[in-house]
């Protein structure tokens, strides 16, 4: 029975990661903070690091065979967001957990607002731009700064990568969604490894959540599909996903900067 929490918040991490490319690392913190019940925020950020990689790896494959994902520009945020994972990982290890919490729960404010303002932009080009041979300067910038701000925080980084990929490219939202879940899994796989080098990985726990979040992630793509053929829709599950989430993390992580250094 002791595993049953980490099964059930693993199925929600992975349906989230499928509906929407983002939110896994965003929701297993919290799950495994104040659900599975870890004491350590840096623990928790470790092991939902590693869980979300793996699920983020297992979803990919359901949106390849959909033809959700834009394989060259997964490739290249993959590619130079990981070198920046690392960095903002190394970085994010040094602060205080509840403001590292505090701080990220801004960022998705921000984030959850330029998704609704840009509702508009779903509808662009199925074919991005900028994801050639030599990537260009925008999408460069996007992807090690994505990389760099994912592991700061220690998150998987789609609630990042998804606006990233549809600003720097200027592909539809639901290629976002697909596209993101390689970055997704290489930048949490580099900020779980940072992390387990200090100890801070739950194998065990991790393994639950990767098994609840096999079935959650595969409902979640599924939904993601029908969602993509009404203009908006999608984007606006995306942001208010953002809201929920960020208002609970402000509550809960508040004190960390009420209180004295």
């Not at 509906?19 to 799950?31: K, N, R």
């Not at 330029?114 to 508009?120: A, E, K, N, T, Y």
């Not at 998987?156 to 976002?176: C, H, K, S, Y």
């Not at 959650?216 to 953002?242: D, H, P, Q, S």
Request: proline share 3%; net charge positive; with cysteine.
């Amino acid at each position: 029975m002791n595993a049953l929490p980490a099964l059930l918040s693993g199925s929600g991490v992975g349906f989230t990661l499928g509906l929407i490319g983002g939110g896994g690392s965003i929701l297993a913190t919290p799950l495994l903070l104040y659900v599975v019940g870890m004491a350590q925020p840096h623990l928790a950020i470790g092991t939902g690091a590693l869980a979300v990689a793996a699920n983020a790896f297992l979803t990919l494959i359901g949106h390849a065979r959909t033809g959700n994902v834009r394989w060259n520009c997964a490739a290249v945020f993959a590619g130079i967001g990981i070198l920046g994972a690392f960095v903002g990982s190394t970085l994010g290890k040094a602060i205080d957990g509840q403001r590292l919490l505090f701080l990220f729960a801004l960022l998705m404010v921000v984030v959850g607002v330029h998704m609704l303002r840009g509702r508009r932009g779903q509808g662009g080009s199925s074919e991005p731009v900028g994801c050639g041979p030599v990537p260009s300067w925008r999408v460069t910038g996007v992807a090690f700064t994505v990389g760099v701000l994912s592991g700061f925080f220690g998150i998987g980084g789609g609630f990042l990568i998804v606006p990233g990929l549809v600003f720097a490219t200027g592909m539809p939202l639901i290629n976002a969604v697909g596209t993101s879940l390689l970055a997704v899994g290489a930048f949490g796989l580099a900020t779980a490894l940072n992390y387990a080098l200090s100890g801070m990985v739950d194998w065990v726990v991790a393994g639950e959540f990767i098994a609840g979040g096999i079935l959650g992630g595969f409902l979640g793509m599924r939904l993601a599909n029908r969602l993509a053929g009404y203009k908006g829709v999608l984007n606006t599950v995306f942001a208010a996903v953002i809201f929920v989430v960020a208002g609970y993390m402000l509550y809960r992580n508040a004190s960390a900067f009420a209180a004295t250094p």
